[in-house]
């Protein structure tokens, strides 16, 4: 399976973007896998955003994204979104989209250790 993330670019202070990334490949993968959005700004280190079980039934959200951002998967398009309104200057990162290939297996996960592949991530620049 390989992982494609777009939908990144430039926005003001307040905007949205949607994230998408579509799964290509051996997709009967995705539809058996946990997803997850992580982020990675410059000088810091990754972080967890956001993430979706493989049936699409539960989500977490870092404390910083909670009631701003929201996770969710096309399991017919093998694609898993994030919509993130309100955008603030500190959303500035390069974002990645990350697969846990145990889904049914293993309780859905912040750390990004128990994400097996990763996407290529995508830039969100959010200007004041």
């Known amino acids: 399976v390989q992982l494609q993330a777009s939908g990144g670019g430039l926005v003001q202070a307040g905007g949205s973007l949607r994230l998408s990334c579509a799964a290509s490949?051996?997709?009967?993968?995705?539809?058996?896998?946990?997803m997850g959005w992580f982020r990675q700004a410059p000088g810091k280190e990754r972080e967890f955003v956001a993430a979706?079980?493989?049936?699409?039934?539960?989500?977490i959200y870092a404390d910083s994204v909670k009631g701003r951002f929201t996770i969710s998967r096309d399991n017919a398009k093998n694609t898993v979104y994030l919509q993130m309104n309100s955008l603030k200057p500190e959303d500035t990162a390069v974002y990645y989209c990350a697969l846990d290939t145990l889904g049914p297996s293993r309780v859905l996960g912040t750390a990004a250790r128990t994400y097996d592949l990763w996407g290529q991530g995508t830039l969100v620049t959010v200007s004041s």
């Open positions: 979706i079980s493989w049936g699409g039934g539960t989500t």
């Open positions: 490949g051996r997709t009967f993968t995705f539809k058996t896998s946990h």
